[in-house]
């Protein structure tokens, strides 16, 4: 049985959940902190992801990808891709389907990525440390990702967690995971003919700002309106400090960091740290040592100072406030709870304007940081057919108008609106066509003029083949099930040509007819389903030998990065060996080796070590574990005669111990037969005493 994973892929870290034990449990990483840094490292041997791949980031700044989240389906032409270039180290390059990828130094060598196989590569290491932390079988996860993904960004992520080896049983936007989570916990929803509560939900990331609406009653959630700014959040924070503090040291230390990537990244690190601080402080220092060229530099800032550098941000605010209301139809006074997320939510100037907003104070009922992962493994669960939960129904909220375009055959009507703003999802409309042949169907945005420049019109397209007209028929009747499935993602479910037929049935009488009328046998009318139609589909999804090239790609990377580990293991292994057993040679071992011995294993130990530092630097995990088992041949022999001896020692005093108990046990049940003695009363002598008398 699978545990359902949640994954709230954040944009700097993620956090992980599953469901197990009747609850959510957040899932610890390597180094048990509870979110994983979100980016991938790349080294001369192997790949380091998450923690390991922070560790290398300064060193390593060049090959190391993080942002993972926002180049997902990202065009290169896009003209959103110069706001994003400014927050990657890496060289960032245009693939050959005009998609952003990354080139990097990897074994020696330039390598290319795609953005969905470097997000692959960070969901695979995610799902090894849920699979180690929980002991358990790992194959589903309903994925948290921001509103703002389009069809093409949702369908991508979806192919990078198979190519992990994951099945995305959902794709779920991460507010919405967030009111889940709300609405699951809480125990006191209307039910019955109470009102509906109103909560709205505002999470500020590190790179977005989303403000989602939803109305609550017991076991049910309704999204009545969402928008977002993809370009607010802690990161611009970060690096409006950055930017400051690079004027401040060209001026001061005549140093410009902006001309040194590992420069520019620690000073990256200690504006989001000395973030943090202000916002439960009014000001803090900022220390670096050798930032460049051997430089110290020394400030400080204030909160005053921050909001001022950030004052552009601020005037951005409410925007999403106002817009998701908009879309509600509400106003801030019909809500009746404001719920904070997200990292970012906790810098104070933020809270205020957000609660001046709603003319509210703000709840922090969730847990801000994991309260989006918990709520994706509830919905992960809600897919498990082996796991009971609570009922719990929720509907998301089309942002955009969707309709259905197709190639004219008849007098006819070549499009229609099918999932209108605002409408909500997963639903399905059946619409019927007049076809004389086979033919397309193509999804697109209504209004082209409402879409930001990152989405595209165009949705998907189908071919529906094997449409066939009999003699005489001019046009037959075509049925189509058109879908806005849970993830969000339109699909034509099933297509099917139907004609009417005469059968008859047992209609019963009329209302108005005499008592006792029974009723009688008539023909009537019928559309039934008459052939199933084949669609062939062509949506933003991997083709299937894509797909595994990928798949098998990163199982090999995968392969590789478990060999380099295991080989360092063991040569880490074999260098403690030769010092430790150096160490004790000539001391608890030493009267367990004869002289001969001595010199022959001392011998072989200093060969090891000059291998070890030589040619045996760089080796492989065979030689490590044969040069290991040569050393242990001799070694492991007088270590046994050493812990023979130990083990006899301990058994003697063990002996000695558990006979010294024996004795005491001894003496003390001799004592209390001597005390027991001495309070027995003496025997009346000569038969004198009391006697019974009838």
Same mark, same amino acid.
């Given at each position: 049985m699978?545990?359902?994973?949640?994954l709230?892929?954040?944009?700097n870290?993620?956090?992980?959940?599953?469901?197990?034990?009747?609850?959510?449990?957040?899932?610890v990483?390597?180094?048990?902190n509870?979110?994983?840094?979100?980016?991938?490292?790349?080294?001369p041997k192997?790949?380091?992801?998450?923690?390991?791949?922070?560790?290398?980031?300064?060193s390593?700044?060049?090959?190391?990808?993080?942002?993972?989240?926002?180049?997902?389906?990202?065009?290169?032409?896009?003209?959103?891709?110069k706001?994003?270039?400014?927050?990657?180290?890496?060289?960032?390059?245009?693939?050959?389907?005009?998609?952003?990828?990354t080139?990097?130094?990897?074994?020696g060598?330039?390598?290319?990525?795609?953005?969905?196989?470097?997000?692959?590569?960070?969901?695979?290491?995610?799902?090894?440390?849920?699979?180690?932390?929980?002991?358990?079988?790992?194959?589903?996860?309903?994925?948290?990702?921001?509103?703002?993904y389009?069809?093409?960004q949702?369908?991508?992520i979806?192919?990078?967690?198979?190519?992990?080896?994951?099945?995305?049983?959902?794709?779920?936007?991460?507010?919405?995971?967030?009111?889940?989570?709300?609405?699951?916990?809480?125990?006191d929803?209307?039910?019955?003919?109470?009102?509906?509560?109103?909560?709205?939900?505002?999470?500020?990331?590190?790179?977005?700002?989303?403000?989602?609406?939803?109305?609550?009653?017991?076991?049910?959630?309704?999204?009545?309106?969402? &928008?977002?700014?993809?370009?607010?959040?802690?990161r611009?924070?970060?690096?409006?400090?950055?930017?400051?503090?690079?004027?401040?040291?060209?001026?001061?230390?005549?140093?410009?960091?902006?001309?040194?990537?590992?420069?520019y990244?620690?000073?990256?690190?200690? &504006?989001?740290?000395l973030?943090?601080?202000?916002?439960?402080?009014?000001?803090?220092?900022l220390?670096?040592?050798?930032?460049?060229?051997?430089?110290?530099?020394?400030?400080?800032?204030?909160?005053?100072?921050?909001?001022?550098?950030?004052?552009?941000?601020?005037?951005?605010?409410?925007?999403?406030?106002?817009k998701?209301?908009?879309?509600?139809?509400l106003?801030?006074?019909?809500?009746?709870?404001?719920?904070?997320?997200?990292?970012?939510?906790?810098?104070?100037?933020?809270?205020?304007?957000?609660?001046?907003?709603?003319?509210?104070?703000?709840s922090?009922?969730?847990?801000?940081?994991?309260?989006?992962?918990?709520?994706?493994?509830?919905?992960?669960?809600? @897919?498990?057919?082996?796991?009971?939960?609570?009922p719990?129904?929720?509907e998301?909220? @089309?942002?955009?108008?969707v309709?259905?375009?197709?190639?004219?055959?008849?007098?006819?009507?070549?499009?229609?609106?099918?999932?209108p703003?605002?409408?909500?999802?997963?639903?399905?409309?059946?619409?019927?066509? @007049?076809?004389?042949?086979?033919?397309?169907?193509?999804?697109?945005?209504?209004?082209k003029?409402e879409?930001?420049?990152?989405?595209?019109?165009?949705?998907?397209?189908?071919?529906?083949?094997?449409?066939?007209?009999?003699?005489?028929?001019?046009?037959?009747?075509?049925?189509?099930?058109?879908?806005?499935?849970?993830?969000?993602? @339109?699909?034509v479910?099933?297509?099917?040509?139907?004609?009417?037929?005469?059968?008859?049935?047992?209609?019963?009488?009329?209302?108005?007819?005499?008592?006792?009328?029974?009723?009688?046998?008539?023909k009537?009318?019928?559309?039934?389903?008459?052939?199933?139609?084949?669609?062939?589909?062509?949506?933003?999804?991997?083709?299937e030998?894509?797909l595994?090239?990928?798949?098998e790609?990163?199982?090999?990377?995968?392969?590789?990065?478990?060999l380099?580990?295991?080989?360092?293991?063991?040569k880490?292994?074999?260098e403690?060996?030769?010092?430790?057993?150096?160490?004790?040679?000539?001391?608890e071992?030493?009267?367990?080796?004869?002289?001969?011995?001595?010199?022959?294993?001392?011998?072989?130990?200093?060969?090891a070590?000059?291998?070890?530092?030589?040619?045996?630097?760089?080796?492989?995990?065979?030689?490590?574990?044969?040069?290991?088992?040569?050393?242990?041949?001799?070694?492991?022999?007088?270590?046994?005669?050493?812990l023979?001896?130990?083990?006899?020692?301990?058994?003697?005093?063990?002996?000695?111990?558990?006979?010294?108990?024996?004795?005491?046990?001894?003496?003390?049940?001799?004592?209390?037969?001597?005390?027991?003695?001495?309070a027995?009363?003496?025997?009346?002598?000569?038969?004198?005493?009391?006697?019974?008398?009838?």
């Open positions: 699978s545990i359902p994973f949640g709230d892929l954040g944009n870290n993620a956090v992980l959940a599953v469901a197990r034990n009747r609850g959510i449990d957040v899932v990483n390597e180094v048990s509870r979110s994983t840094p979100a980016l991938v490292s790349f080294g192997n790949r380091f992801v998450g923690e390991s791949g922070k560790n290398k980031q300064t390593n700044i060049k090959n190391t990808v993080d942002n993972l989240k926002r180049i997902i389906g990202l065009d290169y032409e896009n003209p959103e891709f706001e994003e270039s400014k927050h990657f180290s890496a060289k960032l390059v245009k693939l050959e389907d005009g998609k952003v990828g080139e990097v130094r990897f074994a060598e330039k390598q290319v990525y795609s953005a969905t196989q470097l997000a692959a590569m960070f969901i695979n290491k995610v799902k090894s440390t849920v699979i180690d932390e929980t002991k358990g079988n790992i194959t589903d996860v309903a994925i948290a990702v921001p509103t703002w389009t069809e093409e949702r369908y991508a979806a192919d990078a967690a198979r190519i992990a080896g994951l099945n995305p049983v959902r794709i779920v936007n991460d507010v919405t995971a967030a009111a889940v989570s709300y609405g699951v916990f809480k125990t929803l209307p039910e019955g003919e109470e009102k509906s509560r109103i909560v709205a939900f505002i999470d500020i990331g590190h790179s977005s700002y989303t403000c989602s609406i939803g109305s609550f009653r017991k076991g049910e959630l309704k999204v009545l309106g969402t &928008a977002y700014d993809k370009h607010f959040g802690g611009d924070f970060d690096r409006a400090i950055t930017e400051h503090f690079a004027d401040e040291f060209k001026t001061k230390y005549k140093i410009d960091i902006r001309e040194n990537a590992k420069a990244n620690r000073v990256l690190t200690a &504006a989001e740290k973030k943090k601080v202000l916002s439960a402080n009014t000001a803090a220092p220390n670096i040592e050798s930032v460049m060229n051997d430089v110290d530099v020394s400030s400080q800032l204030s909160r005053d100072e921050l909001e001022g550098l950030v004052s552009s941000l601020l005037e951005r605010v409410t925007d999403p406030v106002t998701a209301l908009k879309q509600a139809n106003t801030a006074e019909d809500v009746d709870f404001v719920e904070i997320i997200g990292g970012t939510t906790r810098i104070p100037c933020l809270k205020n304007a957000i609660s001046k907003a709603f003319n509210k104070p703000l922090t009922t969730l847990n801000q940081d994991e309260a989006i992962a918990k709520g994706a493994a509830f919905v992960c669960a809600i @897919h498990s057919p082996t796991m009971r939960v609570r719990f129904k929720f998301d909220i @089309h942002p955009y108008s309709s259905y375009y197709w190639d004219k055959q008849v007098e006819d009507e070549d499009h229609l609106e099918v999932f703003a605002g409408s909500t999802y997963p639903s399905t409309k059946l619409i019927t066509l @007049h076809r004389t042949g086979d033919f397309t169907i193509e999804a697109k945005y209504t209004n003029e879409l930001p420049p990152h989405v595209p019109v165009e949705i998907a397209k189908w071919e529906i083949n094997g449409v066939k007209l009999n003699d005489g028929e001019s046009s037959i009747p075509v049925k189509l099930k058109l879908r806005c499935d849970p993830s969000g993602l @339109h699909t479910e099933d297509a099917y040509t139907i004609h009417d037929i005469e059968v008859e049935e047992l209609v019963p009488p009329p209302a108005d007819a005499p008592e006792g009328t029974e009723p009688e046998y008539k009537v009318t019928k559309t039934v389903k008459k052939d199933s139609l084949t669609i062939v589909a062509h949506t933003f999804a991997l083709d030998k894509k595994n090239e990928l798949i790609k990163e199982n090999e990377l995968t392969a590789q990065d478990k380099v580990f295991e080989t360092e293991d063991r880490n292994t074999l403690e060996y030769i010092y430790t057993l150096r160490g004790k040679l000539d001391e071992y030493s009267e367990f080796a004869s002289d001969d011995e001595k010199e022959r294993l001392k011998s072989m130990l200093a060969k070590e000059e291998w070890l530092y030589d040619e045996g630097y760089d080796s492989t995990k065979a030689k490590y574990i044969a040069k290991y088992e040569e050393l242990a041949s001799l070694g492991n022999m007088i270590r046994g005669r050493y023979a001896k130990e083990e006899e020692k301990k058994q003697a005093l063990r002996a000695k111990q558990e006979a010294s108990r024996m004795a005491e046990m001894a003496e003390k049940l001799a004592a209390q037969r001597k005390a027991a003695a001495e027995k009363p003496e025997e009346p002598a000569n038969g004198e005493g009391d006697v019974d008398m009838d």
